[in-house]
Structures are given as structure tokens and as C-alpha cells.
């Protein structure tokens, strides 16, 4: 049962992922300077990134859910709450620390920090509701 819980959180935040990016897509790719079809999809047509994400996400799943039982996070609110906090304290300034030593635009940064904030979140509200 807790190996469903943290895959459907995993698949919950991927899903989320998808929508974020989705939404900023045309934003990420100017900054980016990512080679576009006309269509505005990327040329690269991999989908290890996708799959390397699913496995990432489940393992951040798994730590939250350790993390939560062992802090006696209960409920949808406050589960919600800490995975935020967990988002927006521990992952996206990380992915500050690590973008700012690379030449990469500010707004994709912040585009990433974003979706640290909203993934851990909905991941948060998983672990604490169930």
C-alpha cells in the first residue's frame, strides 16, 4: 500500500509538471534558445528525460513519505503546507544554487523553482491525506 501511495504521488506531480511547463512553454523555450518545430515543440524527440523524471519523482515521493510519517504530518492542509515548505525552502533554492553557476536566464530559473514549489506540494497533500 505505500509503494501505491508514493507512486501516485510521483505520478500526481509529473502530472503537474506537465501542465506548468506546458503553460510555460513559450516563455522557457525563448529564454532557452531551444530549437522549436513550427509547432513550438522541441526538436529532440527523447523521452529519457521523461522517464529519468518518473524515477526522480518517486524517490522524492518515497523521502517525503518517510519524512511525513516520521514527523506525524496528518492531513490534506497540513500535508500540503510542509510539501510547499519543502518545495519552496529546500528544492527550489538548490535549484538556485545550481543555475546560478550556469549561464542559464533568470525566468527559467524561476520557472523551475516554481514548479519545485508546486510538485512537492501536491506531493505533500498526497502523503498527508492518505
Known sequence: MELMIVIAAAILAWVVGAIWYRLA??????????QVRNIGHPLSRSVTPYLLAGVALVAV???????FLRAGIDGLLPGLGWGAGVGAFIVAPWFLI???YSPRPMVMTLIDMGYALLACAVTGAVMGAI
Open 25 to 34: 512553454d513559450r516563455i522557457y523555450a525563448d529564454a532557452s534558445a531551444l
Open 61 to 67: 515521493s518515497g523521502m517525503m513519505r518517510v519524512l
Open 98 to 100: 545550481e543555475n546560478t
